[in-house]
Structures are given as C-alpha cells and as structure tokens.
C-alpha cells in the first residue's frame, strides 16, 4: 500500500512560482518510485484532469505540452518525496494539483486507470 500526501499549494500572482511536494510512505522510497512512478494531475474547474509531469526511478520525465519549460519534476529518495516546481505560473494553472502512483501500464503515462494510489490534491491559484 502506498500513501501520498501533498503540499505546498497556495495563491500566487501571475508569473510566480510555488514548489509542490508529493510525500510517499508504505515501501522502500526508490522501490516505490521504480515500482510506481509518480505523475501530478491537475484538475482546473470544470474541466477534466490530465496530466502534467511524470517521473520513474530512473528518472525517465515526460511533460505535458502547456508546462514544458515551465515546471520541473524531480524527486529525493532520502525524503520519500516527489517535488513539482512550477515556475512563471499563469491564471490557466490554476487548478487542484494531485500526485499519483502509477500501477499499470495499460496506456500512456497520463492514463488515469494505470493510477491507483492518488493524493488527496492541493489548491493552487494564480491571480491574474
């Protein structure tokens, strides 16, 4: 069993920047990221959830389109945590930031069905 915790959201003006952090207890850290690696989703209101930033435990990272060159993902074994720095955030990331843990490879690393272990998701906004 996996459990994941974030933080780190808040409230931000247009072109700041926060740091999420994704907490992981239950198994080993580098087990439970080579086993299952981590993805942030964001949900925007009314809109759907997709995925934003994705990391194994050999630090294989994908991005989605709208954050490249914006957000970095990366990850420290030593304190079980997945971080997401977002970096010159506009209004449109405002949303509710989710880490998830991914247990099948069915589809893409944004296929919502591989994930089974889901944080319980952070506020953020950006005040235009």
């Known amino acids: 069993q996996v459990q994941l915790v974030e933080s780190g959201g808040g409230s931000v003006e247009d072109g700041g920047s926060l740091k999420l952090s994704c907490l992981a207890s239950g198994l080993t850290f580098s087990r439970t990221l080579e086993a299952h690696p981590i993805t942030w989703f964001r949900q925007a209101p009314g809109k759907e959830r997709e995925g934003v930033a994705y990391i194994t435990g050999k630090d294989v990272i994908r991005y989605a389109d709208s954050v490249k060159g914006r957000f970095t993902v990366s990850r420290d074994n030593a304190k079980n945590t997945v971080w997401l720095q977002m970096n010159n955030l506009k209004p449109e990331d405002t949303a509710i930031y989710y880490c998830?843990?991914?247990?099948?490879?069915?589809?893409?690393?944004?296929?919502?069905?591989?994930?089974?272990?889901w944080g319980q998701g952070t506020q953020v906004t950006v005040n235009s």
């Open positions: 998830a843990a991914r247990t099948s490879f069915q589809g893409g690393w944004r296929t919502e069905s591989d994930y089974a272990y």
